[in-house]
């Protein structure tokens, strides 16, 4: 059984910088995605890589302030998030999937239950 457990969020002001991990247990070779979804909005992509860490996949508005990597032989994947914003707020979560990255939230077949972030201005 594949598990995923998100750690690392709280309450930030803006500006500042949160790491998020993301353990990952029960499957290798898999790539993990990133995405958000704030209060009243739908789920967002904020960002992917692969297992090797070869391809990596951002959104448009998180590009320069978010890193997606991974440390493989500790099963973790992190996401440095730095020059936070209040519309920052949301909880993430992390997903995984055999084969490439994807953006789709719905092309991942497994989901932790998600770490919350809050950014204050």
């Known amino acids: 059984q594949v598990k995923l457990v998100e750690s690392g969020g709280g309450l930030v002001q803006a500006g500042g910088s949160l790491r998020l991990s993301c353990a990952v247990s029960?499957?290798?070779?898999?790539?993990v995605g990133w995405f958000r979804q704030a209060p009243g909005k739908e789920r967002e992509f904020v960002a992917a890589?692969?297992?090797?860490?070869?391809?990596?996949y951002y959104a448009d508005s998180m590009k320069g302030r978010f890193t997606i990597s991974r440390d493989n032989a500790e099963n973790t994947v992190y996401l440095q998030m730095d020059s936070l914003k209040p519309e920052d707020t949301a909880v993430y979560s992390c997903?995984?999937?055999?084969?490439?990255?994807?953006?789709?939230?719905?092309?991942?077949?497994?989901w932790g239950l998600g770490t919350r972030v809050t950014v204050s201005s």
């Open positions: 029960g499957r290798t070779f898999y790539a």
């Open positions: 997903a995984a999937r055999t084969g490439q990255p994807r953006t789709d939230s719905y092309a991942y077949d497994y």
């Open positions: 890589n692969s297992w090797s860490g070869g391809s990596t």
